[in-house]
């Protein structure tokens, strides 16, 4: 039951998102065709050209029933049908903190990508095709003697490039082990932990006028915190536990004034402290 309402609500969502006026049981179109210094979008049913190690990150965008645009990606599951040709690497974040994914290409050939609707009652596909550019030799290629130059080094997360001197004709060089290195990382370590509680009532012995006083105001609309609040600190450091702590201010609050503010948190004291580690210059993995 709760499998199916789970998919039910997805669907819901799915449809609310209405990428170009598209529900989940139509066909997904997403808006024209654009990039950007950091993503590409993607375009359900189109065919685009990628070289040989390349990488680029793609996101499904597009318009809701307002115009206003949204970013799918995270809707859907992304696939490759020729993981030897391009891959697919799915993340989150990045700079603008949305969803995306990555396509690397691997070696020559075609591979059709593929987004999968997630947890949805009517199955909804979006695909669209990477063809990798020099897949196949022109005349003069095939007749060339090649000598093959480096031109990308392959690392243990992607595969390399070896280019003919005489026709750039390329290859690909297979992904590499894993490039360990020692090295020196600093950490900090918490040593204590202390809970900690702020009064934030209004202290009226200080000057404030009440409700429209403008001191508070131009203290709130500078995001600060008004001089007329009185912010008394109460530390586990001196009540010894978290009860005494939540006592001691609530007694403070309630003979002082009258009631209960507060901003509570945790003050840690830490160190910083040297390791060594082995780990892949490439990827980070330590050893």
């Known amino acids: ?26 066909t ?6 654009a990039s950007d210094d950091e993503f590409t979008r993607f375009i359900p049913n189109s ?32 696939t490759s049908s020729n993981e030897s040709a391009v891959s697919v690497y799915k993340a989150t974040g990045g700079n ?9 290409v691997n070696g020559k050939g075609t591979a059709v990508i593929t987004g999968t609707l997630n ?7 979006l695909s669209m095709t990477v063809k990798v550019s020099g897949s196949e030799m022109t005349a003069k290629q095939k007749k060339c003697k090649h000598t093959y130059k480096t031109t990308k080094k392959a690392t243990c997360q992607r595969t390399g490039i070896k280019t003919c001197t005489k026709c750039k004709w390329q290859k690909t060089i297979a992904k590499a082990d894993h490039k360990y290195v020692k090295s020196t990382v600093s950490e900090v370590i918490v040593d204590a932990s202390y809970y900690e509680i702020y009064c934030n009532k209004i202290d009226f012995s200080k000057g404030c006028t009440g409700i429209n006083c403008k001191v508070c105001d131009e203290y709130d609309t ?11 600190k109460f530390s586990q450091r001196e009540y010894g536990t ?32 040297d390791r060594v580690v082995t780990m892949c210059t490439w990827c980070g993995k330590e050893k």
């Open 242 to 273: 978290i009860q005494a702590t939540e006592d001691a201010y609530e007694h403070h609050a309630l003979s002082v004034h009258g009631g209960i503010g507060y901003d509570n948190r945790f003050e840690e004291v830490t160190h910083n402290e």
């Open 96 to 104: 603008k903190a949305i969803g995306y994914f990555r396509l690397n």
């Open 28 to 33: 997904m179109t997403a808006n024209a065709a």
């Open 47 to 78: 065919t685009i050209t990628m070289k040989l190690g390349e990488s680029k990150r793609f996101q499904l965008i597009g318009t809701d029933k307002d115009g206003k645009e949204q970013n799918a990606t995270d809707m859907f599951t992304w």
């Open 119 to 125: 947890n949805a009652v009517t199955e909804t596909k």
């Open 1 to 26: 039951m709760r499998k199916l309402l789970k998919q039910i609500i997805t669907a819901i969502l799915a449809a609310a998102i209405l990428i170009t006026g598209v529900t989940p049981t139509g």
């Open 222 to 232: 500078k995001g600060l915190l008004s001089p007329h609040v009185c912010s008394m």
